[in-house]
């Protein structure tokens, strides 16, 4: 609310209450937290604790407002405020949610909004330098690391949010915000995102042709160095646009090679629990594409039951040794 956030403001220059609130010198970690805020929320939406995610948007769009001087909006508040408002929806407050949104002044990326962006002297300065000088080819990176809370990485989590909430022009604005950072600092990781989300924006205008495209050129973005939910992420995409496209033979090859592709990656005996999540989730997008061609043809679903089973069997052992399923 305004008045806790003019609270924590006051208490900042107060000696006694300074080191009670959230601000630049108790929370000096910022990206991280942040980094760890968001995964909190999106982790607890997962296994259906939508009322608890509230909480860490709360604490997700403070830490925007406090940590940042100089912008009058800043994107990270944005973003907390977004998340807050989508699960408000989902929850059914309406009328919340969109207390929510006016709150945060209108969505969408102004000119403003950009030059206020604390690397926003860099940006120009890469691109003008970029157009006088030859492009040096970089060694690809063999992994990600938390870095610093990049800009364009805030506002392509804004455009993916702005979506979410069926706002595509003010999530194209962030986008194009993201896209100019991305190339003035050579970033194919958050290239990689942005056409993930402009493949949503695709999605739900209903061009499902360019949607596909876009994700394989996020996925091409992406390269070696994604990791193994990135690419399950992006298949699972890609099969669905397949699906709105109504081409259901390209969505069931490309899902039945992925789904072995990641199979083999987690039938070893020290194999991640993350690698065993991600084969499942194929692996039943599989079974109910079984199950619907099954019933057009009228036919036993026997490949979707066997492909359900194979997956319960597989959580067996990571549940405490359950008894084998029938």
């Given at each position: 609310?305004?008045?806790?956030?003019?609270?924590?403001?006051?208490?900042?220059?107060?000696?006694?209450?300074?080191?009670?609130?959230?601000?630049q010198?108790?929370?000096?970690?910022v990206?991280?937290?942040?980094?760890?805020l968001?995964?909190?929320?999106?982790?607890?939406?997962?296994?259906?604790?939508?009322?608890?995610?509230?909480?860490?948007?709360?604490?997700?769009?403070?830490?925007?407002?406090?940590?940042?001087?100089?912008?009058?909006?800043?994107?990270?508040?944005?973003?907390?405020?977004?998340k807050?408002?989508?699960?408000?929806?989902?929850?059914g407050?309406?009328?919340?949610?969109?207390?929510?949104?006016?709150?945060?002044?209108?969505?969408?990326?102004?000119?403003?909004?950009?030059?206020?962006?604390?690397?926003?002297?860099?940006?120009?300065?890469?691109?003008?330098?970029?157009k006088?000088?030859?492009?040096?080819?970089?060694?690809?990176?063999?992994?990600?690391?938390?870095?610093?809370?990049?800009?364009?990485?805030?506002?392509?989590?804004?455009?993916?949010?702005?979506?979410?909430?069926?706002?595509?022009?003010?999530a194209?604005?962030?986008?194009?915000?993201?896209?100019?950072?991305?190339?003035?600092?050579?970033?194919?990781?958050?290239?990689?995102?942005?056409?993930?989300?402009?493949?949503?924006?695709?999605?739900?205008?209903?061009?499902?042709?360019?949607?596909?495209?876009?994700?394989?050129?996020?996925?091409?973005?992406?390269?070696?160095?994604?990791?193994?939910?990135?690419?399950?992420?992006?298949?699972?995409?890609?099969?669905?646009?397949?699906?709105?496209d109504?081409?259901?033979?390209?969505?069931?090859?490309?899902?039945?090679?992925?789904?072995?592709?990641?199979?083999?990656?987690?039938?070893?005996?020290?194999?991640?629990?993350?690698?065993?999540?991600?084969?499942?989730?194929?692996?039943?997008?599989?079974?109910?594409?079984?199950?619907?061609?099954a019933?057009?043809?009228?036919?036993?679903?026997?490949?979707a039951?066997?492909?359900i089973?194979?997956?319960?069997?597989?959580?067996?052992?990571?549940?405490?040794?359950?008894?084998?399923?029938?």
């Amino acid at each position: 609310s305004k008045e806790l956030l003019d609270h924590c403001k006051r208490a900042q220059h107060q000696k006694r209450q300074a080191r009670n609130v959230l601000s630049q010198k108790t929370c000096g970690k910022v990206p991280l937290t942040a980094h760890h805020l968001c995964a909190l929320s999106d982790g607890l939406c997962d296994i259906g604790y939508t009322i608890q995610a509230l909480a860490p948007t709360v604490c997700l769009q403070l830490v925007g407002y406090l940590a940042t001087t100089h912008e009058a909006t800043p994107a990270l508040a944005v973003l907390g405020g977004c998340k807050q408002a989508r699960l408000l929806l989902e929850l059914g407050a309406t009328q919340s949610a969109l207390k929510q949104l006016r709150a945060l002044g209108g969505l969408g990326l102004t000119s403003k909004n950009e030059a206020e962006a604390p690397d926003a002297t860099d940006v120009e300065r890469l691109l003008e330098q970029r157009k006088t000088t030859e492009p040096v080819s970089k060694k690809e990176p063999t992994e990600w690391k938390v870095r610093g809370l990049e800009t364009r990485h805030v506002w392509c989590a804004v455009a993916s949010e702005c979506v979410a909430l069926e706002q595509p022009a003010a999530a194209a604005t962030y986008l194009a915000g993201a896209y100019k950072h991305n190339d003035a600092f050579d970033d194919r990781k958050g290239a990689g995102r942005c056409a993930e989300v402009a493949a949503h924006i695709a999605y739900q205008k209903g061009e499902f042709k360019e949607a596909v495209m876009l994700v394989m050129a996020a996925q091409h973005a992406v390269g070696k160095t994604g990791d193994l939910r990135t690419w399950t992420r992006t298949c699972l995409h890609c099969v669905k646009y397949h699906l709105g496209d109504g081409n259901k033979k390209a969505a069931k090859a490309l899902l039945v090679k992925i789904t072995a592709l990641v199979r083999s990656a987690c039938i070893k005996e020290d194999a991640p629990l993350d690698s065993v999540v991600c084969w499942a989730q194929l692996e039943l997008l599989l079974a109910r594409l079984d199950a619907a061609e099954a019933h057009e043809k009228q036919e036993p679903t026997k490949d979707a039951v066997a492909r359900i089973h194979r997956v319960l069997h597989a959580f067996d052992g990571v549940s405490g040794g359950a008894e084998p399923h029938p």
